[in-house]
């Protein structure tokens, strides 16, 4: 049973920084892509970043320039170090992990609230 589970949410002031990481029960180099995806209340979740086993990464245009995603699969860890976040960032983040384009997982969210 494979197992995710984030940390490092938590509240911060407009311009601050968190960094995000997530913790696989299994070896991530298994997994062919890793991602961060986000969701708030009555809103769909949208992908914040995807970086694949071979390093290559995607960001949303939102977070262009702004957030880094990296993976270390000597650690099994992901991270997303968030800077210059905004209001607009606050939403619960989710690490997903997928071994195909039909089998991924899920971690249980971790909140980051951004607010003066």
């Known amino acids: 049973q494979v197992q995710l589970v984030e940390s490092g949410g938590g509240s911060v002031h407009p311009g601050g920084s968190l960094r995000l990481s997530c913790a696989a029960s299994?070896?991530?180099?298994?997994?062919?892509?890793m991602s961060w995806h986000r969701q708030g209340p009555g809103k769909q979740r949208e992908l914040v970043a995807s970086?694949?086993?071979?390093?290559?990464?995607t960001y949303g245009d939102s977070v262009k320039g702004r957030f880094t995603i990296s993976r270390d699969n000597a650690k099994n860890t992901m991270n997303l170090q968030m800077n210059s976040l905004k209001p607009e960032d606050t939403d619960v983040y989710y690490c997903?992990?997928?071994?195909?384009?039909?089998?991924?997982?899920w971690g249980q969210g971790t909140q980051v609230t951004v607010s003066s």
């Open positions: 997903r992990a997928d071994r195909s384009v039909v089998s991924g997982y």
């Open positions: 299994v070896s991530i180099s298994s997994f062919i892509v």
């Open positions: 970086i694949g086993n071979d390093g290559s990464v």
